[in-house]
């Protein structure tokens, strides 16, 4: 089955600085990677979600690329604030499949 | 709003017992899952289920079984309860395959004895 690793498992930045989550995958016939915000105690949310066929896209200050040949997306947050502090989750699906495989998670830490 | 709403949310139970674990949604939602979710293991996928009565495995389906009866419910059932159950069980519903949102519950942790 497909198989999704991410990094790094855990990262701690200073407010205001960038933080950085990459995830990289096997099956080339991925199409949709979603990125997935984990707050504690509450339930996943989709943040942004990207498709095969676009190599970047934004929403204030989150951002995914995505690089097919390498086989590897990325999650960006600029400004980063303590309420960006949560477990984020990156995905991917292949065509015309119903389940998304995701990543084991990267713990944000943004320390004020 | 959508909303997914798993009946319980804390669970406790012993070793051999049968677990149901219910959840619904109220947004006419085609698809529904069951994942798992344990510290450094992210979420894996038990079951779905993309029509009424339909049902296929995910990727960790062993010592469970599911039942869509109505499209608006998808059950999640431990037929005998192990130790290495315990665990948060998550259920979500999409409108779209493959590249639609996934709305979650607020999660069932379940503690088996």
């Known amino acids: 089955g497909e198989n999704v690793e991410q990094h790094p498992s855990t990262l701690s930045v200073q407010e205001g600085d960038s933080a950085v989550i990459k995830c990289t995958y096997s099956?080339?016939?991925?199409?949709?990677f979603p990125w997935y915000k984990q707050e504690l105690g509450k339930r996943p949310q989709l943040i942004i979600d990207?498709?095969?066929?676009?190599g970047e896209k934004k929403d204030q200050r989150i951002a995914v690329t995505l690089n097919k040949t390498a086989k590897h997306f990325s999650l960006h947050i600029t400004e980063t604030q303590p309420e960006d502090s949560a477990v984020y989750f990156c995905?991917?699906?292949?065509?015309?499949?119903?389940?998304?495989?995701f990543g084991k998670g990267t713990k944000l830490s943004v320390i004020p | 709003d959508v909303k997914v709403t798993q009946s319980s949310r804390y669970l406790v139970k012993r070793t051999g017992e049968k677990v149901f674990l219910e959840c619904v949604q109220d947004?006419?939602?085609?698809?529904m899952f069951w994942y798992r979710q344990d510290p450094g293991l992210g979420l894996r996928l038990i079951y779905f289920?993309?029509?009424?009565?339909?049902?296929e495995k995910g990727d960790i389906p062993e010592g469970y079984s599911v039942s869509r009866e109505k499209k608006e419910r998808f059950s999640l059932i431990l037929e005998s309860a192990s130790t290495n159950q315990t665990s948060m069980y998550l259920c979500?519903?999409?409108?779209?395959?493959?590249?639609?949102?996934?709305?979650f519950g607020e999660g069932s942790r379940l503690t088996v004895l």
């Open positions: 979500a519903s999409s409108l779209l395959q493959n590249t639609g949102e996934l709305f």
């Open positions: 099956d080339s016939a991925s199409n949709y």
């Open positions: 990207i498709r095969s066929n676009v």
């Open positions: 995905a991917n699906s292949g065509a015309g499949s119903y389940q998304l495989t």
């Open positions: 947004m006419d939602h085609e698809n």
């Open positions: 289920s993309y029509d009424v009565k339909m049902k």
